[in-house]
């Protein structure tokens, strides 16, 4: 006690676990970084999200698996799958496409481009 006068502290002092920081090359990197922190992903124009779109800092370090931006693999397999499938409709393409990407490089947007033989190209966000 400093003086003779009852004194109350309204703010209270916390101490947090502090994560390493998150870089995400061809994304977006994240500035927080402490225990509790969620970090929200997205790639670049041109690049697909593997990993998880979503990390929480916790004691035990990042949740989630390594996230990073791929410019190839996911353009490679939408190409190859889109080959296979020539035989669909534009609209059934697109659908198809979707669901594609969502199963296999997880809960982010993609900007999907077909190209339509009578009315050109249309695009679908994912």
């Known amino acids: 006690q400093l003086s003779s006068s009852t004194q109350d502290c ?9 994560c390493t920081q998150l870089t995400l090359l061809n994304g977006n990197d994240c500035d927080l970084n402490y ?3 969620n970090c929200h ?3 670049n124009p041109g690049y697909g999200m593997i990993g998880s779109s979503v990390r929480t800092c916790s004691t035990r370090g990042w949740s989630g698996t390594h996230t990073f931006c791929d410019g190839e693999a996911w353009e490679r397999d939408v190409t190859s799958e889109s080959q296979t499938h020539s035989g669909k409709s534009h ?3 697109a659908i198809y496409l979707n669901t594609f990407l969502r199963e296999n490089y997880g809960a982010v947007y993609w900007l999907v481009i077909v190209y339509d033989d009578v009315t050109g190209y249309s695009e679908h966000t994912v």
Do not use: P
């Open 10 to 18: 309204t703010d209270r002092i916390q101490c947090r676990h502090r």
């Open 35 to 37: 225990e509790g922190d």
């Open 41 to 43: 992903f997205s790639c």
């Open 91 to 93: 609209n059934d393409l």
